[in-house]
């Protein structure tokens, strides 16, 4: 998947951009007419370095908000001079949006889509017009392009997925992982990446997955990930003190994996590094698309061979266990021998694919990791072990970040605060397993014309009171048993006659 980092018209996005070598960048037409007079032709050979792919986006959502007041002149006039625009820098971009006006009605536009390049247009479907439009639509043109928050009805999903495998799919501001990961999307746009400038927010790849964080939990998310910024080669001192540069290019750099990484699980490898070659004047600079999804890649699969056989998956074993059961035809005990699962280590890691490589003292080329993880908990003394090791780590963590505190002058750190919670829910947690105790209780009940019994009389709701007690103080036992309807008498052995 392709994502285009938009924005590019704004002179400043555009120099970041080409300084950290991003190959894909989209700019808005109707961004740079509110910058450029277009008293002289504007080429986007001249702005752009030829390494770069340009996304040429209409920006025509801006005439679609509501409460927006254009003329139909007008918007005819600005449509105009964006194919004269269009026209201009065919050879340079990579795809460009038709000028999808709303305001002017969806013949206007449906007409004007006979004017379009067939290779590098884009034509936009929105949601009012519903979605057998949609499906036409993918019966003609070979690129179309979805909002998101067209996308937010996960309805449309397993349609978008299914058209995927013919046609190509094009995200409009985008900012949503989960969404990309959706369907088989073959680009996306968006300016999210801008928001760590221009909203205060945060992006910060993990090794495994991409945070986000609002502006009111900067302070937070920068100290925790202090050492993983520091270590992808950024000044945490320039992002503390919110440079917009430095907060930008991080915002690229968690962008750029994040987009290899959704690339990876869509089966298509590392698309971000991968750059197209530059295309001459009058060649297409449309890649070719074989449309193939991962169902289509695995259709007609066949068996394992013989030879080859099958194997566990990786971090999975099997246990044989011996399972005694009482046989209900006959009621005699019986056995079996069944097998349970156990979670191992899966020991497929490899040095080269290692989030730690520049880090590892154990890395070495195409070799495997070097470290195993032998954890095995299925006692209650293995249990207990296993706590006591994570409250011993988790407790040097806190006196780590208190110490880190105490150094950045004992500002509360809140990033320590729930460190310490989740050490004190530790602690509790094996406390109660040690205190743990055994209790019985019995709840007695009983229909209201049921002849009431011993243990009825005794705790139930209808038993004749406590025992009497004897002058002494002390349970008549006499006097229980009467209460109970139990006479006293004395055993009288009758005698047996005598054998002769």
């Not at 026209?87 to 971009?93: A, T």
């Not at 690129?143 to 937010?152: E, F, L, R």
Request: some cysteine; proline content about 6%.
């Amino acid at each position: 998947m392709i994502m285009y980092f938009a924005g590019a018209e704004i002179p400043s996005h555009r120099n970041l951009l080409a300084a950290e070598d991003v190959p894909h960048v989209g700019m808005s037409y109707m961004g740079l007419r509110r910058r450029v007079k277009f008293s002289k032709p504007w080429s986007i050979a001249e702005h752009y370095t030829p390494q770069q792919s340009v996304f040429l986006d209409s920006g025509c959502h801006t005439l679609n908000r509501a409460g927006v007041e254009v003329t139909p002149e007008e918007i005819q006039d600005i449509a105009d001079h964006y194919d004269t625009f269009v026209e201009q820098n065919l050879d340079r971009v990579q795809a460009y949006v038709e000028f999808d006006a709303l305001p002017m009605g969806r013949d206007w536009i449906e007409q004007r889509r006979q004017h379009l390049d067939p290779e590098r247009s884009i034509v936009v479907w929105h949601e009012e017009w519903g979605l057998d439009v949609l499906k036409r639509m993918a019966d003609t043109y070979p690129y179309i392009a979805v909002g998101q928050g067209t996308c937010g009805d996960r309805d449309i999903i397993p349609t978008l997925r299914s058209m995927s495998r013919t046609i190509r799919l094009h995200g409009m501001g985008f900012s949503s992982p989960p969404l990309m990961l959706a369907a088989d999307w073959h680009s996306v746009s968006s300016t999210t990446w801008l928001s760590a400038a221009q909203h205060g927010e945060s992006f910060i790849w993990t090794g495994t997955e991409m945070k986000r964080y609002p502006a009111r939990y900067k302070a937070q998310a920068r100290k925790r990930h202090r050492t993983l910024i520091a270590g992808a080669g950024f000044d945490t001192d320039l992002i503390d003190a919110d440079d917009a540069t430095e907060n930008l290019r991080l915002s690229l750099w968690s962008w750029r994996r994040q987009i290899d990484h959704i690339s990876q699980r869509h089966g298509k490898g590392v698309t971000d590094t991968a750059l197209p070659p530059t295309p001459e004047a009058g060649e297409s600079s449309a890649p070719a698309v074989t449309a193939t999804s991962s169902e289509e890649q695995h259709e007609g699969a066949t068996q394992p061979s013989a030879g080859r056989g099958t194997k566990l998956l990786p971090g999975i074993e099997t246990e044989a266990f011996v399972h005694r059961y009482t046989d209900p035809d006959t009621g005699e005990r019986q056995s079996r021998t069944e097998h349970r699962i156990n979670a191992v280590d899966p020991r497929v890691r490899v040095c080269d694919g290692c989030f730690l490589a520049n880090k590892c003292p154990e890395y070495q080329p195409g070799e495997s990791c070097a470290y195993e993880m032998p954890v095995r908990v299925r006692t209650k003394e293995q249990y207990l072990a296993l706590l006591d090791s994570m409250i011993s780590m988790q407790a040097m963590r806190v006196f780590s970040m208190r110490m880190s505190e105490e150094v950045e002058g004992g500002y509360a750190d809140p990033n320590l605060s729930s460190e310490m919670d989740r050490l004190a829910k530790f602690v509790k947690l094996k406390s109660d397993i040690e205190e743990a105790g055994f209790s019985f209780s019995m709840k007695m009940q009983t229909k209201d014309n049921a002849e009431v019994g011993l243990i009825s009389r005794l705790f139930g709701p209808k038993s004749d009171g406590p025992p009497a007690l004897s002058p002494a103080g002390t349970v008549s036992t006499e006097s229980a048993l009467s209460q109970m309807g139990i006479m006293d008498a004395e055993i009288v052995e009758e005698p047996q006659p005598r054998s002769e």
